[in-house]
Nanobody, 115 residues
């Protein structure tokens, strides 16, 4: 079993920055891929970014150039540096580890960007 705990969300003005963190614990402590998703009110959950243990990254077009995903040295942590935040980035952000069946999810952390 794996548990994911996110932190770092909050309220910020447009143009500001936030850094999200996610730490995994449990029976598995090394993961090939970790990522971030987000879900805004009334919308489907969408991929924000993923990072492999080898350093490859992938971003949604809407966040390219503004967000940076990175993995911790211990490989069981993942971070999301969010710069130049926009009101449309307001959502609950979820940490994710994909698996063959469903994947592991954190409880989510709220990010609110005011205009």
């Amino acid at each position: 079993q794996v548990q994911l705990v996110e932190s770092g969300g909050g309220l910020v003005q447009a143009g500001g920055s936030l850094r999200l963190s996610c730490a995994a614990s449990g029976t598995i402590l090394s993961f090939a891929v970790m990522g971030w998703y987000r879900q805004a009110p009334g919308k489907q959950r969408e991929l924000v970014a993923t990072a492999t243990s080898g350093g490859s990254t992938n971003y949604a077009d809407s966040v390219k150039g503004r967000f940076t995903i990175s993995r911790g040295v211990a490989k069981n942590t993942v971070y999301l540096q969010m710069n130049s935040l926009k009101p449309e980035d307001t959502a609950v952000y979820y940490c994710n580890i994909p698996t063959m069946v469903g994947g592991y999810w954190g409880q989510g952390t709220q990010v609110t960007v005011s205009s």
